[in-house]
Nanobody
Framework: VKLLESGGGLVQPGDSLRLSCAASGRTFSDYTMGWFRQAPGKEREFVAAFRRSGGNTVYTDSVKGRFTISRDNVKSTVYLQMHSLKSEDTAVYYC????????????????????WGEGTQVTVSS
């Protein structure tokens, strides 16, 4: 599976942005998809995930109510809609995928994912 993120950019605090991740190579609906981010000098952290079956979504606490993950299995694309962006959301955002059957508590773990994109930069600054 190859993943390609897009949609990053420079925005002001309070703005919105939608990231996209296009997948190719395998049956998209077989994959749990996740978004992670890495700020300068910090470790990569979980943002949101959408499970391959059942439609379960999970979010890290800091983005709940502001970010929404969604997927279009026809377009083989997962999205991350971000609202009310803050400076602390500044990071490189990575898309990840796995065909493994994950329990919900495992969806936020980096080691649960087997495929990663190259990332897209999101900068929130006035």
């Amino acid at each position: 599976v190859k993943l390609l993120e897009s949609g990053g950019g420079l925005v002001q605090p309070g703005d919105s942005l939608r990231l996209s991740c296009a997948a190719s190579g395998r049956t998209f609906s077989d994959y749990t998809m996740g978004w992670f981010r890495q700020a300068p000098g910090k470790e990569r952290e979980f943002v949101a995930a959408f499970r391959r079956s059942g439609g379960n979504t999970v979010y890290t606490d800091s983005v709940k109510g502001r970010f929404t993950i969604s997927r279009d299995n026809v377009k083989s694309t997962v999205y991350l809609q971000m609202h009310s962006l803050k400076s602390e959301d500044t990071a490189v955002y990575y898309c990840a995928a796995t065909a493994r059957r994950l329990i919900i508590t495992a969806m936020g773990l980096i080691q649960s994912y087997d495929y990663w994109g190259e990332g897209t930069q999101v900068t929130v600054s006035s």
